[in-house]
């Protein structure tokens, strides 16, 4: 596979920052609320090392402003 070569990296890295100074908030994509986070961890020693197990789950909602309101009050059943 052929490497890129610096200019063109460097290209690349501009145009995403020029990108992103053009782009206003209100037309980036839809909005993310965290809503919960979990961190469970757990240590163990195997074969006389130190474990560490570390399960995290992030729960998300996203909200898109072109839903009709009607539908919210629809139950889902």
């Known amino acids: 596979m052929a490497r890129r070569t610096y200019m063109r990296s460097l290209g690349l890295f501009f145009g995403e920052l020029a990108k992103a100074v053009k782009q206003t908030p209100e037309s980036s994509e839809t909005p993310k609320t965290v809503s919960r986070t979990t961190t469970e961890t757990e ?23 072109d839903v009709d309101p009607s539908a919210l009050n629809q139950d889902p059943r």
């Open 43 to 65: 240590e163990r020693e195997v074969e006389g090392r130190k474990v560490t197990l570390r399960r995290t789950v992030i729960e998300e909602i996203e909200m898109d402003d």
